[in-house]
């Protein structure tokens, strides 16, 4: 079935500790974006790729990087998780950065 | 940036009651989303509509442009349509994502 997968589920963290956060799409989609949500500021960007090779900032981007080495991934790297960053992490992917984004089933990370 | 600001944030309606959704943002857009986060926390996209009028069985959603606002109707609702709506903008300058609001919690009591 296509669409966006993200791995893991949930996730437990201490605080200090390194973590990468995979997402896979299978649309051919050269667009893909991370968001996270947190209870009463909604969606916030924190980084995107338009096209494989290319990656850019958003709103919340610090403690936070990317890459893109291929067309179908684009992982999330914690380097050293702080308790701020516990949050509900989206993967989303677009034909371009100008259409229609679809949305994975989302990454619930603690840090403690 | 460009802001996004949503109305009402909480809603409480009765099954079979029609709704309207609003959305308001600060500048000129390339590109609005309307999505429906359900209970799960799935996020579905429901319309894409930068301008017009678009309407998908029960739902439908109407953008002008140029006065800066959407509106998102669902009429004789289900408690299937219970969730966060949002609605997310894209304005072509700085950062190429989605600006989202924070959100209208519907609730659809039966």
């Known amino acids: 079935i296509a669409g966006i997968t993200q791995a893991p589920t949930s996730q437990i963290l201490a605080a200090g500790r390194r973590m990468t956060l995979r997402c896979t799409q299978d649309?051919?989609?050269?667009?893909m974006y991370w968001y996270r949500q947190d209870l009463g500021l909604g969606l916030r960007l924190i980084h995107y790729s338009n096209t494989a090779g290319t990656t850019g900032k958003g709103e919340v981007p610090d403690g936070y990087s990317v890459s893109r080495a291929n067309t179908d991934d684009f992982p999330l790297t914690l380097a050293s998780a702080v308790p701020s960053q516990t949050s509900v992490y989206f993967c989303a992917s677009a034909r371009g950065f100008t259409d229609t984004q679809y949305f994975g089933p989302g990454t619930r990370l603690t840090v403690l | 940036g460009i802001q996004v600001e949503q109305s009402p944030p909480d809603l409480i309606l009765q099954e079979g009651a029609n709704s309207t959704l609003r959305c308001n943002f600060s500048d000129s857009v390339n590109n609005l989303q309307w999505f429906h986060q359900n209970p799960w926390g799935q996020l579905i996209n429901l319309f894409y509509?930068?301008?017009g009028t678009k309407q998908n069985g029960r739902l439908s959603a109407t953008t002008v442009a140029t006065e800066r606002y959407s509106l998102l109707y669902i009429s004789s609702s289900q408690t299937t349509d219970s969730g966060v709506y949002f609605c997310?903008?894209?304005?072509?300058?700085?950062?190429?994502?989605?600006?989202f609001g924070k959100g209208t919690h519907l609730i659809i009591q039966p």
């Open positions: 649309m051919r989609h050269n667009a």
């Open positions: 509509i930068p301008s």
């Open positions: 997310a903008v894209y304005s072509g300058g700085g950062a190429d994502g989605l600006t």
